[in-house]
């Protein structure tokens, strides 16, 4: 279940950011999905159920994830040329 859970949530986070869903969110360190890690914390630690706890570790993983990415400035080799020739 937690691996799932894990999958789902990032893949719904994904889709919102997509489409344009999140942009109501406060920008946090260059990360919109930040704001709803620190809320899926928060439903971990005052929340009993464990669906909602699951969507909380879900919400915290992407969002933790997406920081790293903003922080690092995207993802490494898309969009790079590595190939070693000077093609103008």
Known sequence: MPA????????????A????MLSFL???????????ALAGYAATRLVRSPMIR???????????YDFGRKQGGGVSGWG?????????
């Open 80 to 88: 790079d040329d590595v190939s070693g020739t000077d093609d103008v």
């Open 54 to 64: 699951a969507a909380g570790y879900a919400m915290l993983a992407v969002g933790a």
């Open 17 to 20: 950011e997509a489409k344009g």
């Open 4 to 15: 799932l859970s894990l999958a789902l949530g990032a893949a719904g986070m994904g889709f």
């Open 26 to 36: 406060p920008t946090i360190g260059g990360s919109r999905t930040l704001s709803l």
